[in-house]
C-alpha cells in the first residue's frame, strides 16, 4: 500500500471561534462589571443585616414602645379634648355668673337708692311727726291756759254750768284739734 500523507492545514482560529468568543472586553468593561457585582454583594448583604436587625428583640420592643406612645398621646388627646370641653362650660357659666353679679349689683343699687330715699322721707316724716307733736304741746297748753281762763273768769262772774263742766266752745276746741292731730299723722304714715 502506498503511504497516505495526512497533510493538516493550518486552519487559523479565529476563524473557529463564534461571534462573541471572537471579541476581547475591553479592560474598562471589566472593572464596571466587578464594580456592578460588588454594589450588588454589597445591597444583598446590607438587605440581610437590616432584615436582621428589624426582626430582633431591641426593634420589636421599639415599635411595641411606639405604639405605646401612641396610645397614650392619642389618651392624652382625648383627654385634653374633654379638658377643653369643662373649660368652655366653665367659661360660659362664669359668664353667665358675671352677668348674674351685674344683674344683681344693679338690683342692689337700685334697692341702696330707694333705700335712700326712704330714709330720707323717714326722717322727713320723723320731723313733721316731732312738729306736730311740739304743736300739739303747744295746742295742749294753749288749750289748758284758755281752759284756766275760761274756769277763772267764770267763777269770777259765778256763771259755772251745773257740776262745774267746761263749756261748749272748749268741747268744740278739743273735738277739732284731736281730728286734726289724727289726719295728720294718717297722711304722713301714708
Known sequence: MAPISYKYCPVSMDDNLSPLQSRKLPWWLWILLAVVLMLVL??????????????????????????ECRNFTHLLEHQLTQANK???????????????????????????????????????????????????????KELDRLRKETETSDTGNGSTTGNGSTSFGDTINLFVVSVLLTLSLGALLA
Open 86 to 140: 369643662v373649660l368652655l362650660d366653665a367659661e360660659i357659666w362664669a359668664a353667665t355668673c358675671n352677668k348674674t353679679v351685674e344683674t344683681l349689683t344693679a338690683s342692689l343699687e337700685m334697692e341702696k337708692a330707694r333705700g335712700h330715699k326712704q330714709q330720707e322721707l323717714v326722717q322727713k316724716l320723723q320731723g313733721e311727726i316731732a312738729e306736730l307733736k311740739q304743736k300739739l304741746q303747744d295746742t295742749s
Open 42 to 67: 454589597i445591597l444583598i448583604v446590607l438587605t440581610i443585616f437590616f432584615a436582621v436587625r428589624a426582626n430582633s428583640k431591641a426593634c420589636k420592643d421599639g415599635l411595641q414602645a411606639e405604639q
